[in-house]
């Protein structure tokens, strides 16, 4: 079993950046690729990024050139820095993890871009 924990999330102003942090605890030998997923209220849930336990990483095309993922496997963290942040960037943003074929999710932090 492996459990999740968001932390970072908070108020911040347009144009202006925040980093996400997401520690796994538990089972955490072998954890596979990590993720970060969003939702707004009213919206359903939408894919942010994708790291590989390589390194390799992949983004949504409306973060793409803005957000940054990466990990550090020693720490089993996953990190999003969001640089340039728009008001509909606002939403509670969760992260994911797999091992040996089963997803874990953890609560989610909230993020709100406002002036």
């Known amino acids: 079993q492996v459990q999740l924990v968001e932390s970072g999330g908070g108020l911040v102003q347009p144009g202006r950046s925040l980093r996400l942090s997401c520690a796994a605890s538990?089972?955490?030998?072998?954890?596979?690729?990590m993720g970060w997923y969003r939702q707004a209220p009213g919206k359903e849930r939408e894919w942010v990024a994708t790291?590989?336990?390589?390194?390799?990483?992949s983004y949504a095309s409306s973060v793409k050139g803005r957000f940054t993922i990466s990990r550090d496997n020693a720490e089993n963290t996953v990190y999003l820095q969001m640089n340039s942040l728009k008001p509909e960037d606002s939403a509670v943003y969760y992260c994911?993890?797999?091992?040996?074929?089963?997803?874990?999710w953890g609560q989610g932090t909230q993020v709100t871009v406002s002036s």
């Open positions: 994911n993890t797999f091992r040996y074929g089963l997803g874990y």
């Open positions: 538990g089972s955490v030998f072998r954890i596979d690729a």
């Open positions: 790291v590989t336990r390589a390194g390799a990483t």
